[in-house]
């Protein structure tokens, strides 16, 4: 009868001390000198800007602009541009969805726990957060100083049109249409363009919340920065 000797088991190689990081003191050191600078950075600030508090809140007197916490102002600055559900609740709930699913759409282990994967995918990230800048910015000023809801109204359409339709069409047009550039620009596989979708997700992120922040004003329109401090109606 026959045997089979054992399969002798791997046997794993041990790291040296300098591939290593503990937790103290490379960890904890750098996190606890992070917070003291950020503790000491915010206490300057507090001393130097002149932030003063406003009245109490008065239900029957609403400030102009009425604007949302600044972790808000982005949701807010849809709902200027779309249906209040599609703004404050699709939107947002879909972007979220999409980002839970990333690792089941792209599980190839190439490149994992790497910064853009390679240097294509840097350049690809820089190309789209230069696109979601141009193309957001453009849209926002079109939308406040042209309007699709004005030109709509003037063709006699719904306004389901303007609050659904278009911009649901802006949105997955926009986002495709990335997609295609930098397969054809970089010959972008699956994990780079993901990668692009969600360099210009983060962008519009930013985008949305710095208009929202500094660049509206009285009535939630368009002001300079320097413009809307002296407006309070």
Known sequence: MATTSPVPAQVRPRREREEELLVWPDLVFVEFICAVLFTMSFTVMSALVNAPLINRANADVTPNPS??????????????????????????????ALLAAIPYIDNTPQGTGRWFTDPIGKTISIYSIFYALILNTGMIVFDEFVGVRRLVDLAGLPKVVTEVIIPIAAMYGLSYLLVRLVQRRFGADRRHWIIALFSGFFATFIILTLFGTAFRGPGMHLFWPWETAGRSH
Request: hydrophobic share 55%; no cysteine; glycine share 10%.
């Open 67 to 96: 604007k949302a916490p600044w972790y808000f102002l982005n949701l807010q600055e849809l709902l200027l541009h779309m249906h209040p559900t599609l703004a404050g609740v699709l939107v947002p709930g879909g972007a979220l």
